[in-house]
């Protein structure tokens, strides 16, 4: 059964054992134009099991995705919740799963889909927790952001410091950037460590074969080779790029989707065992178990557009957070992973001009690559990149995260920590410390987080004295 199903299960049995409720909080849609009252229903869910009457809160940020209950009930956050007697809760970012300002997804209703807005919800929904949910206006506030969560809960605790106390931030992107070359460096690097430098050689020659064959204009040799629904285009270069970054795309998804190096071993088992000396039919004979049960694969540009174009929020893409993701980066954060660097094994093909073409197709020609780098610059000004001035943070990263490339990696101050846990990747720090799977190094990286939190909480706390 697919992962991501058995953690949807395991959180509607949660919310079904009554120890996870559903809350609704109206907001406005646009926090910064008092002309404009218009609110919409953000979506949050409570879990106060073992909640003291005037215990801390625990927020678990929403991210780009619809909202995710499985750290309400168990991991990390959840322990120590137990421990210092936490009220549980986390939110669903606007336009994500069923907080929606609007009916669909036409380009100008996406208009406050922003940092900002995103962050003013935050401040708004955390105050209202504290004043009338838990009833206690002094309660000490923490935040838990994984990925784009991560993310805006290091730019909420800059913004609103009077609301927050401390933040744990695993995988978060902290400084924008137009590209990541790093992204498929990372893979490389754990495809010739975790899998083998042969392993590497044959997708870095495959790469640069299929190229090749691109640039001599071959269609007919690579449309049967790699059974494309559609023939491939090799005089546009938007086609042949998607071409290339679905084959790299499929080999991303088998390294990372069990978050562990055995998914990239044994692909380059089957790689390696293809019994041929070409590495384009050998990366070839992978692809095609892949995809053994299709009639053809699709590898177009359009198929490559179709989800981020769709307008209707009860779709599958949308559901999913594909448009909504891709508005964030062309008009906040960019970080499209390119194969500009020679340190990786992906071609060199898979440029910025593709992603700009991507996003000006999706939203409109008002978006170009000047206006990107604009609104990139813009976020880092105000939310330091990877310098940020913060107190009482911890920045927690795998090393075979792609994303590690924009996240902190070092320590900003006395009180902002940052770690990175060798061979793991994505978020790999939010389930509970298990003392026989975790490695002494992630171990660690639990223990602070849990002493941090609890020095974030009982800062500056003052025992009450009888009388002499």
């Not at 003291?52 to 120590?80: K, Q």
């Not at 559609?230 to 071409?243: Q, V």
């Not at 084959?247 to 390294?255: M, S």
């Not at 990696?409 to 975790?438: G, H, M, Q, R, Y």
Request: charge should be negative.
């Amino acid at each position: 059964m697919n992962i991501k199903v058995l953690f949807l299960l395991a959180g509607l049995l949660a919310v079904a054992s009554g120890m996870v409720r559903e809350g609704w909080f109206e907001t406005r849609v646009d926090h910064f134009n008092p002309r404009n009252q218009d609110t919409f229903s953000m979506r949050y869910y409570a879990n106060d099991e073992h909640a003291y009457r005037n215990g801390p809160i625990f927020v678990i940020v929403g991210g780009d995705w619809a909202i995710d209950l499985r750290y309400l009930t168990e991991g990390l956050f959840y322990d120590v919740a137990y421990l210092e007697g936490a009220f549980l809760f986390a939110n669903e970012h606007r336009y994500f799963g069923h907080s929606l300002p609007f009916e669909d997804a036409m380009t100008y209703h996406l208009d406050f889909l922003t940092v900002d807005q995103a962050l003013a919800d935050l401040a708004e929904w955390i105050s209202y927790l504290k004043t009338t949910v838990v009833e206690n206006p002094n309660a000490k506030v923490v935040l838990l952001g994984y990925g784009h969560g991560g993310t805006l809960a290091n730019y909420f605790h800059q913004s609103y410091p009077h609301l927050s106390n401390g933040v744990w931030v695993s995988s978060g992107p902290a400084e924008a950037a137009l590209t990541l070359p790093s992204f498929f460096e990372v893979l490389g690097e754990n495809i010739g460590t975790h899998g083998s430098r042969d392993c590497y050689n044959t997708i870095f020659s495959g790469f640069l074969v299929a190229q090749n064959l691109i640039a001599l204009g071959q269609s007919d040799v690579l449309t049967e080779l790699f059974h494309l629904c559609e023939p491939l285009d090799t005089e546009n270069p938007l086609e042949a790029t998607a071409f290339l970054l679905g084959l790299q795309t499929d080999i991303q998804r088998e390294i990372l989707h069990l978050r562990n190096t055995n998914s990239t071993s044994n692909m380059c088992e089957q790689i390696e065992g293809s019994d041929t000396d070409n590495s384009l039919h050998a990366l070839n004979v992978w692809f095609a178990r892949e995809h053994q049960f299709e009639e053809c694969v699709e590898l177009s540009f359009s198929d490559y557009l179709a989800p981020f174009v769709e307008l209707d929020f009860e779709t599958e893409h949308l559901q999913n957070g594909h448009r909504q993701r891709l508005y964030v980066q062309c008009t906040a954060g960019g970080l499209f992973p390119t194969s500009d660097s020679l340190y990786q094994p992906f071609g060199s093909q898979i440029t910025i001009d593709f992603y700009v073409e991507v996003c000006r197709e999706a939203f409109g020609d008002w978006i170009d690559e000047d206006f990107i780098r604009r609104q990139i610059q813009s976020i880092n000004v105000r939310y330091g990149g990877r310098q940020p001035r913060i107190e009482n943070a911890h920045f927690t990263h795998g090393s075979l995260d792609p994303l590690i490339g924009s996240g902190i990696l070092e320590d900003v101050s006395d009180s902002a920590f940052a770690t990175i846990t060798p061979n793991t990747f994505f978020a790999p720090d939010l389930e509970s410390i298990d003392e026989e799977l975790d490695s002494p190094e992630l171990i660690a990286s639990k223990e602070l987080t849990r002493t941090l939190i609890d020095v974030w909480i009982f800062k500056d706390f003052e025992p009450i004295h009888g009388e002499a």
